[in-house]
């Protein structure tokens, strides 16, 4: 158990966009009142982070990144009493909600605006932060896990099942459930559809474990490195395709009887894999957008003929579902032998090695780098 008092520890600081983290000494404050003090025990560098790192999106410094996370509970603010513990393991979810805000009480949770808010301001929900001297440093999705410690909103912990390593259960935290509920949730895929997946990368590789899972007749993977191809045959991919390739629209109609896919999953962030994977949806079929942009960016769609296409744009967040209870399904699928995560780790490097990690990412990593601070 950790006293009441201010924990020195080494954490990765965003002082400025486009240079390396900082890896330095960082007070954090102890847990107030339905918070959760979280000794950090694997943390997976997500695109998202990158984004962050590089100024592909504006946020308030200095920050620490990291928001894909699993570790243990160290102390609970207030004393406990909650239902979470001291001692639990638990993987930790990016954007924890209220239960009672407008959006919480229409099923969007991860639309809910207590976290949004504290999100978008880089600090917990009580609109303060506990990093840094007077909280001089901000919070990341309120997880901030680049750094031995976190202290996160309760309703952030996740139990993670003791047969669940660290790794995965980071895992799940981001890439897995947002991946996976593309496609179950935002997309509702059903037995027998046609499914196309743009971009192999943490994301996109478990879009096409959950169409597998969904017993999707023609699976596409569609991405710009060949080398990618391996790991989406093995993830469930029946077609591979390279989005440079001049007739890559007219291969995957050719897969679907001409039609062109049920519903496509698009995970790069780049506008023209977006306009790519609208090309080739079918008419009322269903393009699901997880891939972040940078801001200012448009995609442009033929105005002439949209209304009679019938087709759906949905923009998709932590996979559209219920990160709370959708954890538990999937650590019963990695349980059950169904879902095989341990080959998406990748490389597991320490916190002073978090720039490499970074660069790594960037670049386009075949399984995702992992951190144990």
């Given at each position: ?10 954490a990765?600081?965003?002082r ?6 900082c ?19 694997a ?5 998202s982070?990158?984004s ?13 990144p ?9 102390q ?16 930790l979810?990016?954007?924890?909600n209220c239960?009672?805000?407008?959006y919480?009480?229409?099923d ?18 009580n ?14 999705s ?20 003791d047969?669940?390593?660290?790794t ?5 935290g ?20 046609s ?22 007749g023609?699976?596409v993977?569609v ?23 001049s007739?890559?629209?007219?291969r ?14 698009e995970?790069?962030?780049q506008?023209?894999a ?32 949209f ?15 219920q ?17 095989d ?33």
């Amino acid at each position: 158990m950790i006293s009441d008092q201010p924990l020195l520890m080494k954490a990765a600081v965003l002082r400025r966009t486009g240079l390396d983290l900082c890896v330095e000494d960082v007070v954090i404050a102890p847990p107030q009142p339905g918070e959760i003090l979280v000794r950090i025990a694997a943390t997976g560098i997500c695109q998202s982070d990158v984004s962050v790192i590089r100024g592909k999106v504006p946020i308030e410094l200095p920050l620490i990144p990291g928001h894909e996370a699993a570790g243990t509970v160290e102390q609970i603010g207030g004393g406990g009493g909650g239902r979470i513990a001291a001692g639990d393991r638990v993987a930790l979810s990016w954007a924890p909600n209220c239960a009672h805000c407008f959006y919480c009480k229409r099923d969007h949770p991860t639309l809910c605006s207590v976290y949004n808010t504290a999100a978008a301001t880089g600090t917990l929900w009580n609109g303060t932060s506990r990093l840094g001297s007077a909280g001089s440093i901000r919070h990341y999705s309120c997880i901030s896990s680049f750094a031995e410690y976190a202290v996160v909103p309760e309703a952030a912990c996740v139990r993670l099942p003791d047969a669940v390593p660290f790794t995965v259960g980071a895992l799940v935290g981001c890439a897995v459930t947002t991946g996976f509920g593309a496609v179950v949730y935002d997309a509702g895929a059903q037995p027998g559809d046609s499914i196309a997946v743009f971009g192999i990368g943490g994301v996109g590789i478990n879009a096409l474990e959950a169409a597998r899972l969904s017993r999707a007749g023609t699976i596409v993977a569609v991405d710009i490195d060949p080398d990618k191809q391996v790991a989406a045959t093995a993830a469930g991919a029946n077609i591979f395709i390279d989005a440079r390739d001049s007739d890559a629209v007219d291969r995957i109609r050719a897969a679907t009887n001409g039609r062109g896919v049920d519903h496509a999953i698009e995970c790069t962030g780049q506008a023209s894999a977006m306009q790519l994977a609208y090309a080739v949806t079918r008419p009322a079929g269903t393009l699901v957008v997880v891939g972040i942009t940078a801001s200012g960016t448009d995609i442009t769609i033929p105005a002439s003929g949209f209304p009679g296409s019938k087709k759906r744009i949905i923009g998709s967040i932590y996979g559209g579902g219920q990160p709370a209870t959708d954890f538990g399904r999937i650590f019963a699928l990695y349980e059950d032998g169904l879902l095989d995560l341990d080959r998406q780790i990748g490389a597991i490097l320490p916190l002073t090695a978090i720039n490499d990690a970074v660069r790594i990412t960037e670049k386009g990593a075949a399984g995702r780098i992992m951190i144990r601070p």
